[in-house]
């Protein structure tokens, strides 16, 4: 399984950015798609989560603010970020998790930068 991110950049406070993670490989048993993100000196937190049967769940500090979303044909899942925070400021990562397993799959990680 290989996850590739991308869609990260720089952005003025208040903007928006689509983060896009293409997956490949047998993505079978998945049990949910997420984003994580990581600030500098901070732990790596959860973003966002849409499970096998399409439910979501979100941090509090984005909620009503990203969105995310699958395209099954694509193989792809995107995280919609809308009225961007400066503290929204980290490295995104992409992740599969596949409970039969425990396994965590993880995308290379793609910045997003909140700034004026």
């Known amino acids: 399984v290989q996850l590739q991110a991308s869609g990260g950049g720089l952005v003025q406070p208040g903007g928006s950015l689509r983060l896009s993670c293409v997956t490949s490989g047998i993505i079978v048993s998945i049990d949910r798609r997420a984003w994580y993100r990581q600030a500098p000196g901070e732990q790596r937190e959860l973003v966002a989560l849409i499970g096998s049967g399409g439910s979501t769940n979100y941090a509090d500090s984005v909620k009503g603010r990203f969105t995310i979303s699958t395209d099954n044909e694509k193989n792809t899942f995107y995280l919609q970020m809308s009225s961007l925070k400066p503290e929204d400021t980290a490295v995104y990562y992409c992740?599969?998790?596949?409970?039969?397993?425990?396994?965590?799959?993880w995308g290379q990680g793609t910045q997003v930068t909140v700034s004026s």
């Open positions: 992740n599969l998790y596949r409970s039969i397993t425990r396994t965590h799959y």
